[in-house]
């Protein structure tokens, strides 16, 4: 064997050197300030000055004001894997860095289901509280809003009622009708129903906007606006928001 395959060998084998820990002052200063910086950015969230919500950070029904949720909140995953519907799905940046990962509703991939408590039942940390199904029916998670360019009576002037036959709450409904006479592209003046939330009924969820038949950018669509957890986000005085206090 040749000594320049044994120097060889012992190079590849030869235990790496042991790198001591750079600890003098400048690199010190640095590792504080970017913990620092990374700390304010990660804490960064729509809720975090209290004057700015997003539309699409709608939470489970039940789920806490949104503070205490991020606080709460252990990313688990339990309400997400119980959801009959498939609605609930990890949250990207909607609530901010803070809050990926944490629970939101989808209701393009499913729709909170009117008799179903399960999300209330699971969760280990009480980011979301426990509700009995008629606790639960009347807590509003958002509010839906017709998109008036998309929604088919409305910019196609064609009746469509799939939305109402959808909407769950009893004894009334929260979508209603009002018919209307338009102009067709003919110049024949023709009826249509326009379909209308009322925001006292309206519990945000989803369903509407689930089953409606564009499916790219449905002509409904629900909101955070208006959620039982968060009185600074309810617009309209007055009226009943839901009647259990969750905070």
Same mark, same amino acid.
């Given at each position: 064997?040749?000594?320049? *395959?044994?120097?060889?060998?012992? !190079? *590849? *084998?030869?235990?790496? /050197?042991? =790198? ?13 300030? $970017?913990?620092?910086? %990374? ?8 809720? $975090? ?15 806490? &004001? =949104? ?7 252990? &990313?688990?995953? =339990?309400?997400? &894997?119980?959801?009959?519907?498939? $609605? ?6 909607? $609530?901010?860095?803070? %809050? ?28 979301? /509280? ?9 807590? /509003? ?6 998109? &008036?360019? !998309? ?6 002037? !064609? ?13 009334d409904k929260a979508i209603w009708f009002e018919e209307v006479e338009v ?33 790219d950018l449905p002509g409904v669509y629900v909101s955070s606006a208006g ?21």
């Amino acid at each position: 064997m040749s000594d320049t *395959f044994i120097r060889w060998i012992k !190079r *590849f *084998f030869r235990p790496p /050197k042991e =790198e001591r820990i750079n600890l003098n002052r400048r690199a010190l200063f640095g590792s504080a300030l $970017a913990g620092l910086g %990374g700390a304010m950015l990660f804490r960064v969230h729509p809720m $975090a000055s209290g004057r700015s919500y997003s539309h699409a950070l709608v939470r489970p029904p039940g789920s806490v &004001k =949104e503070d205490e949720f991020l606080a709460r909140c252990i &990313k688990c995953g =339990e309400c997400m &894997k119980v959801c009959p519907t498939n $609605a609930i799905h990890p949250a990207f940046l909607e $609530a901010g860095l803070e %809050g990926m990962w944490t629970p939101v509703m989808d209701m393009k991939i499913g729709y909170c289901e009117f008799e179903c408590t399960l999300c209330t039942q699971v969760c280990p940390t009480d980011a979301i /509280k426990e509700l009995s199904v008629e606790e639960k029916q009347k807590i /509003k998670i958002g509010l839906a809003f017709f998109d &008036k360019n !998309r929604c088919i009576p409305y910019a196609l002037s !064609r009746s469509c009622i799939v939305c109402e036959e959808h909407c769950p709450t009893v004894p009334d409904k929260a979508i209603w009708f009002e018919e209307v006479e338009v102009v067709n592209h003919t110049g024949e003046k023709i009826p249509v129903k326009q379909p209308h939330v009322d925001p006292e009924l309206c519990v945000g969820c989803g369903i509407c906007q689930n089953v409606c038949p564009i499916k790219d950018l449905p002509g409904v669509y629900v909101s955070s606006a208006g959620e039982s957890r968060n009185p600074d986000n309810i617009f309209l005085l007055g009226g009943d928001f839901g009647g259990y206090d969750i905070y």
